[in-house]
């Protein structure tokens, strides 16, 4: 079975390389919409695959973490790169360029290793990540599977080489998220008292 959950973020970013002359050259943003699709073979104890409240903290922590930042890829030209760290306190460097095929890709590497360092406390049972998907605009979107985030001719996507500003961070539940997620440290979901025994 699968399930989806809706995020949406505002960003702004500029993708080199692209065929679009306005996309390459100028700086611009998009409203985003990026789509976490998790699977599973059975269900917890509330009968569902993961519940959708798990998902509004780290999960959603990530996320949110481009909202209203600027995003870069971390090859481009080192002037541009200072002036955004500079003049936004929101900002993330990425190893890839931020095009919505990567951001799809990004966010597939970051929340599958959210979920494998998660221990699940109210039976949740083989629930994986599906896909990602990234809407950057109303009638555009990136799809990236398993195959897309572990893909090097995509790209190496590591975790360590994703870089949050200070203030991104200190704006997650837990502003030391990442480096936790880096060194293997678990994330612990609640302990759940069941009401029902079934």
Not at 3 to 20: D, G, P, Q, T
Not at 50 to 65: E, Q, R
Not at 150 to 162: C, H, P, S
Request: with cysteine; glycine share 4%; aromatic share 10%.
């Amino acid at each position: 079975m699968l399930i989806r959950k809706l995020f949406k973020f505002e960003s702004a970013h500029i993708v080199r390389n692209c065929s679009s002359d306005r996309c390459r050259r100028s700086i611009h943003g998009h409203s985003y919409k990026v789509e976490v699709l998790l699977e599973a073979h059975a269900l917890d104890n509330g009968q569902m695959v993961y519940d959708f409240g798990l998902m509004k903290s780290t999960i959603k922590d990530v996320i949110d973490a481009f909202d209203h930042a600027i995003c870069f890829w971390d090859k481009d030209d080192p002037e541009y790169i200072r002036l955004s760290r500079e003049f936004s306190a929101r900002w993330i460097s990425v190893p890839v360029s931020p095009s919505a095929e990567q951001f799809a890709r990004i966010f597939f590497v970051v929340i599958d290793a959210i979920l494998k360092n998660t221990v699940m406390k109210n039976g949740e049972s083989d629930v994986r990540l599906h896909s990602v998907i990234a809407h950057e605009t109303e009638t555009g979107y990136a799809q990236a599977f398993r195959e897309d985030a572990e893909n090097a001719r995509m790209g190496l996507i590591k975790l360590e080489d994703l870089v949050f500003s200070d203030q991104v961070k200190a704006e997650w539940h837990d502003p030391d998220m990442m480096n936790k997620l880096i060194a293997g440290e678990p994330f612990v979901n609640p302990e759940v008292p069941q009401q029902v025994q079934g």
